[in-house]
């Protein structure tokens, strides 16, 4: 089992965000635009994955996942709800989200499917979280030059999602989802989640104007493909998901929970006290 806090970040919101608030970069901007404009409805679909799928365990098993399920389920509701802020902000500079209408048309050819299914798409999806959010975490230099508040937006959600990958996993194990499965939707997932990602990204550039100029590629090839790249650095784990002894947890790293307890005084922990 582990123990998921939840956590509210102790940030601000309603003050505008810059056009370009990563590092003064348009691609990094528009990438990590990209990335957030999906998270309002994914995390909803990954939250109601783990919820309905821990349901369908028996009873000793539903006590047994209760309390992480719980934390899961608030920390990814508190990503959905602060994000949704945040995209708020950005589509005042004239971005549009087609990511997240995408999502939803997929999501409505699943109803009424096996919950495994439901879980074995969290678990893909939350595996390339973790990777991404282990690359923020080990490169806050990314974040240079960046609003404090935003920094820790960043930084705060990559250290949750880092502490509770495991927990989709476990429950689609728990459930008796097989090998199979798993990695037929990690295949899946990995297509849908790289085309999106990067089209959304070409997408936010189009519309800030800047997607040809030669900053912006040379930003795209460093940080997704040269030596320390997002992509780079992610390839070798990302494969490891398809090993049938595979477990999130044989990649985990204490930079989550150092970032955390180094930045205790940025959020508050939900119902202390």
Same mark, same amino acid.
């Given at each position: 089992?582990?123990?998921?806090?939840?956590?509210?970040?102790?940030?601000?919101?309603?003050?505008? @965000?810059?056009?370009?608030?990563?590092?003064?970069?348009?691609?990094?901007?528009? *990438?990590? $635009?990209?990335?957030?404009?999906?998270?309002? &409805?994914?995390?909803?679909?990954?939250?109601?994955? &783990?919820? $309905?799928?821990?349901? +369908?365990?028996?009873?000793?098993?539903?006590?047994?996942?209760?309390?992480?399920?719980?934390?899961?389920?608030?920390?990814?509701?508190?990503?959905?709800?602060?994000?949704?802020?945040?995209?708020?902000?950005? /589509?005042?500079?004239?971005? &549009? $989200?087609?990511?997240?209408?995408?999502?939803?048309?997929?999501?409505? @050819?699943?109803?009424?499917?096996?919950?495994?299914?439901?879980?074995?798409?969290?678990?893909?999806?939350?595996?390339?979280?973790?990777?991404?959010?282990?690359?923020?975490?080990?490169?806050?230099?990314?974040?240079?030059?960046? /609003? !404090?508040?935003?920094? $820790?937006?960043?930084?705060?959600?990559?250290?949750? /999602?880092?502490?509770?990958?495991?927990?989709?996993?476990? @429950? =689609?194990?728990?459930?008796?989802?097989?090998?199979?499965?798993? &990695?037929?939707?990690?295949?899946?997932?990995?297509?849908?989640?790289? +085309?999106?990602?990067?089209?959304?990204?070409?997408?936010?550039?189009?519309?800030?104007?800047?997607? *040809?100029?030669?900053? +912006? *590629?040379?930003?795209?090839?460093?940080?997704?493909?040269?030596?320390?790249?997002?992509?780079?650095?992610?390839?070798? !784990?990302?494969?490891?998901?398809?090993?049938?002894?595979?477990? !999130?947890?044989?990649?985990?790293?204490?930079?989550?929970?150092? *970032?955390? /307890?180094?930045?205790?005084?940025? =959020?508050?922990?939900?119902?202390?006290?």
């Amino acid at each position: 089992m582990t123990e998921l806090v939840v956590r509210r970040l102790l940030i601000d919101l309603e003050p505008p @965000v810059a056009r370009h608030w990563c590092a003064n970069d348009a691609f990094l901007t528009a *990438w990590f $635009n990209a990335l957030s404009m999906s998270f309002p &409805v994914g995390e909803q679909f990954f939250l109601d994955s &783990v919820r $309905n799928g821990a349901k +369908t365990l028996s009873p000793q098993e539903q006590a047994r996942w209760q309390a992480e399920v719980q934390g899961f389920v608030g920390q990814e509701a508190t990503h959905r709800r602060i994000h949704a802020l945040f995209n708020a902000q950005i /589509e005042r500079h004239g971005l &549009v $989200n087609t990511w997240g209408p995408r999502i939803e048309e997929r999501m409505k @050819v699943l109803a009424g499917a096996d919950p495994r299914h439901h879980l074995a798409i969290t678990a893909a999806n939350e595996h390339f979280t973790a990777l991404f959010a282990e690359w923020m975490l080990s490169h806050p230099e990314v974040f240079n030059h960046t /609003e !404090p508040r935003l920094k $820790n937006l960043w930084l705060w959600h990559s250290a949750e /999602e880092s502490e509770h990958k495991s927990t989709a996993f476990d @429950v =689609y194990q728990a459930l008796g989802g097989s090998h199979a499965w798993r &990695v037929k939707w990690m295949r899946r997932v990995t297509v849908f989640f790289l +085309t999106d990602a990067l089209r959304q990204t070409a997408l936010n550039l189009h519309r800030d104007g800047t997607l *040809w100029r030669w900053s +912006t *590629w040379r930003s795209a090839a460093r940080h997704l493909l040269g030596r320390e790249g997002l992509l780079s650095n992610s390839f070798k !784990p990302w494969r490891a998901y398809f090993r049938p002894d595979f477990h !999130p947890n044989q990649q985990s790293s204490d930079l989550s929970s150092h *970032w955390l /307890e180094r930045n205790a005084d940025q =959020y508050t922990r939900v119902g202390a006290g």
